[in-house]
């Protein structure tokens, strides 16, 4: 830990958390995150996959993917399977998928296999050099994982060289107003700067996560010095799902936007 660390509040899912800004230590934000997916992270954070983009945005209402039939789909930050097994029954080609825990790779495996599909699977850091071919794939996405990425521009630069000609790219993260507001008293309160990238650390149920809240212009920016350009952006929550939900984190999302999902084109 830095010997500067401050404590601060963030918004890690629905609910603020306190923090602990840290430094920016590659390895040790790699070895501290795979960590967490190994043990606790389906448990604390639940999983996010197709056909949801995030708690209130759903591919069935955004068609950003279309006919996916015949394609070759890779997926970073794979998680326990269900988005692969979501696109391979709509008949994709191949399905690739890629995670930083050797856990949630064997829950993919293992989900796959008994939903009678399979997937070329490897563990690695998104930001690595990891075997993966290079001009193959027709889509590339990232349901809820890009934001755990110690190198943004270099993760799309990555992407960019996996996917063919005019592939495309689509991820959803965590909206960064959503990562800087929180319900008090009946209000919503801003909890700290928007424009505040710095690193910091979170314990939840015993376990340890390191993550950046980076604004929305550092992904359009570095999407753009990757060679894409943004084809959709989705901001607004899907009001037939709000609706069906009476909790604090819906209410907050009818005032601002919780999720985001970009569709990208490779030029």
């Not at 399977?81 to 293992?110: C, F, H, P, V």
């Not at 563990?123 to 075997?131: A, D, L, R, Y």
């Not at 015993?206 to 980076?214: A, H, I, M, N, P």
Request: net charge negative; hydrophobic share 35%; proline share 2%.
């Amino acid at each position: 830990m830095d010997k500067n660390s401050v404590y601060r509040t963030n918004i890690i899912g629905g609910s603020e958390v306190g923090a602990i800004s840290v430094d920016m230590d590659k390895s040790v934000i790699h070895e501290r995150n795979s960590l967490f997916w190994n043990t606790k992270g389906n448990d604390v954070l639940g999983a996010t996959s197709l056909p949801r983009y995030g708690a209130f945005v759903s591919e069935e209402k955004c068609q950003l993917f279309g006919d996916v039939s015949g394609k070759k789909m890779l997926e970073i930050g794979c998680g326990s399977g269900q988005s692969l097994q979501y696109l391979g029954e709509r008949k994709a080609s191949e399905l690739w998928g890629m995670d930083i825990s050797e856990n949630q790779i064997e829950k993919t495996k293992q989900h796959l296999t008994e939903c009678g599909l399979s997937a070329k699977l490897i563990c690695s850091p998104m930001e690595e050099e990891c075997g993966i071919p290079e001009d193959y794939f027709d889509f590339v996405y990232s349901i809820y994982a890009i934001g755990w990425t110690t190198d943004l521009e270099g993760t799309f630069r990555r992407i960019a060289s996996y996917l063919k000609k005019d592939g495309v790219f689509i991820f959803s993260w965590s909206h960064p107003i959503h990562k800087c507001v929180a319900a008090e008293n009946n209000m919503l309160v801003f909890k700290k700067c928007y424009f505040d990238e710095s690193w910091y650390s979170v314990s939840l149920d015993g376990s340890t996560l390191t993550l950046s809240d980076r604004k929305l212009s550092t992904y359009v920016n570095a999407l753009a010095k990757a060679g894409f350009v943004i084809e959709q952006m989705i901001e607004q929550s899907d009001d037939e799902i709000m609706q069906s939900r009476n909790s604090d984190f819906a209410k907050k999302a009818k005032m601002l936007p919780v999720t985001f999902v970009i569709k990208a084109r490779k030029l």
